[in-house]
Nanobody, 116 residues
Framework: VQLQASGGGLVQPGGSLRLSCAAS????????IGWFRQAPGKAREGVSC????????TYADSVKGRFTISRDNAKNTVYLQMNSPKPEDTAVYYC??????????WGQGTLVTVSS
């Protein structure tokens, strides 16, 4: 059972980036999947969550209106679309299940750097 986040990189403020969370060893559509991030010297922060049942979504106030979480069950993948990122969004992003700590499964993160 594995979750693997990818898609990170350097993005300019106001740009866009899409992160992917691919699952192996289990079927994502039966699980709520969340994204959390951790910046150097800062606490872990839950970013977004998508439910398994009706696809409902939740967002941290810090990203609401800018980030969008979605899932493609056929590809066994969850996405995090990051629009208009800000320098304070710089962090390592992880996907995990369930959405709240403690997590049962989480994968290697992907680094997002927002800088001009």
């Amino acid at each position: 059972v594995q979750l693997q986040a990818s898609g990170g990189g350097l993005v300019q403020p106001g740009g866009s980036l899409r992160l992917s969370c691919a699952a192996s060893g289990f079927t994502l559509d039966y699980y709520a999947i969340g994204w959390f991030r951790q910046a150097p010297g800062k606490a872990r922060e839950g970013v977004s969550c998508i439910s398994s049942s009706d696809g409902s979504t939740t967002y941290a106030d810090s990203v609401k209106g800018r980030f969008t979480i979605s899932r493609d069950n056929a590809k066994n993948t969850v996405y995090l679309q990051m629009n208009s990122p800000k320098p304070e969004d710089t962090a390592v992003y992880y996907c995990a299940t369930p959405c709240m700590y403690p997590y049962n499964y989480w994968g290697q993160g992907t680094l997002v750097t927002v800088s001009s």
